[in-house]
Nanobody, 115 residues
Framework: QVQLVESGGGLVQAGGSLRLSCAAS????????MDWYRQDPGKQRELVAS???????VYAEAVKGRFTISRDNAKNTVYLQMSSLKPEDTAVYYC?????????WGQGTQVTVSS
């Protein structure tokens, strides 16, 4: 089994920064992909950014140039550095781990950006 624990969410003013962390534990394979998703109430969950164990990254257009995803493979941890935050970035942010045919989700962390 795999457990994911997110941290780092909170309340920030527009233009500010936050750093999210997601620590994975359990049966982690060396080849995997870790993603950040977000979901606003009443909306679909959307991909924010993704990073493979080899370091290849993908970003949603809405966050390109403002968010940076990174990972520490030794710690099985993925980070999301969020800068120039906007009110529309307000959502619950979820971490996902994909390995082989399996996927695992964290419990989510709330990010609220005030205008």
């Amino acid at each position: 089994q795999v457990q994911l624990v997110e941290s780092g969410g909170g309340l920030v003013q527009a233009g500010g920064s936050l750093r999210l962390s997601c620590a994975a534990s359990g049966s982690i394979f060396s080849i995997n992909t870790m993603d950040w998703y977000r979901q606003d109430p009443g909306k679909q969950r959307e991909l924010v950014a993704s990073i493979t164990s080899g370091g290849t990254t993908v970003y949603a257009e809405a966050v390109k140039g403002r968010f940076t995803i990174s990972r520490d493979n030794a710690k099985n941890t993925v980070y999301l550095q969020m800068s120039s935050l906007k009110p529309e970035d307000t959502a619950v942010y979820y971490c996902r781990l994909r390995q082989r045919i399996y996927e695992y989700w964290g419990q989510g962390t709330q990010v609220t950006v005030s205008s």
